[in-house]
């Protein structure tokens, strides 16, 4: 099932940079039941379990986005304003 998740996102890349799959150095696929398992999401579900326009991870006084109040460290990842990419 896995397999067949990347050999449809390999497709869509293979039209626009055809020899995508010999660049690949490292792959690892996930699905909804991965993230439910390694990173105890809520149902499997990818980005923020908040409403990241009105509050920031690290409090509702900072503005959306990676900042955490401390000078130099930021926060990444799906959870973190805009969220998800690749």
Do not use: C
């Amino acid at each position: 099932m896995k397999a067949a998740a990347a050999d449809d996102l390999y497709a869509a890349l293979e039209r626009v940079i055809p020899d995508i799959r010999s660049r690949v150095e490292v792959e690892m696929v996930a699905t909804p039941l991965t993230q439910r398992r390694f990173v105890k999401k809520h149902k499997g579900t990818y980005g923020p379990g908040i409403d990241m326009t009105r509050h920031n991870l690290y409090g509702a006084d900072l503005a959306p986005g990676p900042v955490t109040g401390i000078e130099g460290l930021w926060g990444v990842g799906d959870s973190t304003y805009p969220g998800v990419g690749v």
